[in-house]
């Protein structure tokens, strides 16, 4: 799957395991989540667009250089919102999107029950973020809503996939890169990822 990328950095996949871990608590995972985040953000943002500016250094005029190109986050609630601080450390000026999506426990199907968006989505580059890519159905349902509210430049950012996830999310949307720093076995009958980390919401929420 040509737009599926795994980020295996030594220091991601360190992470993961202290975040799959039963024992680690609903505050130290919401601390790992961020620290993850924040990593696989420096990885997925690596062709953003630059441009030249000048600039005095204390000795003299130089040209430097600057993003050239907005930035949109966009979490999938509710379990996306624990990726938020993460990104908005190394992206500060990025503004924020939301998406409420629930997966129908007896049909996996996502129910849409809220999206917001700042204007600039169109011009942006989109980062949508969810924990969890399961079935895909919750992240093509969000890349749906975004394409449909006119963004063009859309990432996805998680940190668990399926395959079953990927192989449905890149057939919706090929022109969406998925970004992930694992990708597990399968999905159980119940819709969880296998091994995975349980359920993202509840490990950040404590619910
Ligand atoms: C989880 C997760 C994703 C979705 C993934 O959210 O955060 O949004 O499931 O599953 P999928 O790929 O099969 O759609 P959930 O629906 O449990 O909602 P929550 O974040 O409010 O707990
Ligand atoms: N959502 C989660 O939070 N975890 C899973 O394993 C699957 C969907």
Redesign the pocket.
């Known amino acids: 799957m040509a737009n599926l990328h795994i980020i295996n950095h030594p220091l991601i996949q360190n992470k993961l395991t202290r975040l799959r871990d039963v024992n680690t608590n609903n505050h130290n995972f919401r601390l790992l989540l961020e620290e993850l985040t924040a990593f696989m953000v420096y990885e997925i943002t690596r062709d953003y667009p630059l441009k030249e500016v000048e600039i005095e250094t204390p000795l003299e005029t130089m040209k430097g250089k600057v993003l050239d190109t907005s930035v949109v986050l966009v979490p999938?609630?509710?379990?996306?919102t624990g990726m938020l601080r993460g990104v908005l450390d190394l992206v500060p000026m990025a503004r924020v999107g939301h998406i409420?999506?629930?997966?129908d426990p007896e049909t996996?199907?996502?129910v849409e029950y809220y999206a917001k968006f700042p204007q600039t989505l169109a011009e942006a580059q989109v980062i949508l973020v969810?924990?969890?890519?399961?079935?895909?159905?919750?992240?093509?349902?969000?890349i749906d809503i975004l394409k449909r509210e006119g963004a063009q430049k859309i990432q996805f950012l998680c940190l668990v996939a399926?395959p079953e996830?990927v192989e449905?999310?890149s057939s919706a949307h090929p022109d969406v890169s998925i970004y992930t720093a694992a990708l597990d076995r399968e999905?159980n009958d119940h819709?969880y990822i296998l091994p995975g980390l349980g359920?993202?919401?509840?490990r950040?929420?404590g619910?």
């Open positions: 999938i609630l509710r379990a996306g409420g999506l629930y997966r996996l199907q996502p969810d924990p969890m890519l399961a079935t895909g159905g919750s992240a093509i349902v969000g399926a996830g449905a999310l999905l819709g359920d993202a919401g509840d950040i929420f619910t």
